[in-house]
């Protein structure tokens, strides 16, 4: 079981390689893809088995009865995250993103506000703003180098319309693992506001070695009747391209309404990344924690290296594999350090001005690939800042 393969995905149908171009002007040719949100490494071996497998039957037609895939989802739910979900509690999305928009669907309307604690994720701005909702921006303090809620400043600027709260746990992209304290803290606060709590955890499966993500449902068992769970198996095994998510919903009435959404809405789960989730949950244990403890160790080369340079301060983080790097210090401008980044180091990377207010020194580096390109990175940048040492 090795990640260092340095397998060459340029020509792969990959949009991280083949978009990044256009996204960068960071041609695949001579650059270094830092951007999209998935791994240049093989998926799980258990996975690809159960893939030819299927191919093998010669069926390419709808899925079938998803009990064994929910089956798969609760048993690693109760064995990795010390929850224990019903198999009634889980439905199926075309991956995270629609599920978040089928939960915006399901409980508020055009003009109603969604709370989304900034910097965060990006797509949630597109698809909140696309479904005629307003984005209404809580921007975390930044205390001793780590993200904090801050909800009495929340509070302050609350106008009433607000019918949604959405945490990413781990943050994406501070890579912060929310404590149950804190987690407890904004169920409190939601329930004081009457909001929704809609919790994002795709990133539940890439802890470093030593921490531990809890699930929202666990920290804040209180939190029942006002709380949805958007997850997948997409990130921690690097199976993005079978768009699979699924929603967990323990309270009956929420979960009607859901329904209610998800059949007006129609479509059935993708095969392939049904069985694709069903086989990480079910034979992936072993190939997550070595994954795992390789981006940990990738983390710690690249933080090392690129918090050495003058100016550049790297976050800390517990989970992930998206390093979030401020350039503030280096005294120039957000386009000044993007332009060396990708105009002379060739690097394609995640602009900090997408993900929200408080976004816009930093810049985010996708670290999951094989040590030996990533060593290559880190010289690139570097030399494009050799001047500031």
Known sequence: MTFDDLTDRRRAFANKWQGMEGFSGVAPDDGIAMWVADMDFDAAPCILEALQKDIDTGFMGYVGDPAPVTRAVCDWMAAQHGWNVQPDWVSYSHGVVAGFGMVLEAFSDPGDGVILFTPVYHAFFGKTRAMGREVVESPLALRDGRY????????????GHEKIAVLCSPHNPGGRLWTVEEIAALDDFCKAHDLLLLSDEIHMDLCFPGAKHVPTAV???????RLVTITAASKGFNIAGGETGFIICEDTALRARLAEVQKALGG?????GMIMTRAAFSGGAEWSAAARAYLADNFALWRDRIGALPGV????????????????????SPAETLRRIGGEARLAVSP???????????????????RARLTEAIERLEAAFADLQ
């Open 352 to 370: 900090g001005a997408q993900f929200g207010t408080g976004g816009a020194a930093f810049h985010r580096f996708n670290l999951a690939m094989p």
């Open 268 to 272: 059935t789960p993708n095969r392939f």
């Open 219 to 225: 920290a804040a068992p209180g939190a029942v009747s």
């Open 148 to 159: 904090e809620m801050d909800l009495d400043a929340l509070a302050g600027q609350l106008q």
């Open 313 to 332: 301060e790297v976050m800390d983080m517990a989970a992930t594999y998206l390093s979030w790097v401020d350039f503030s210090g280096t005294g120039m």
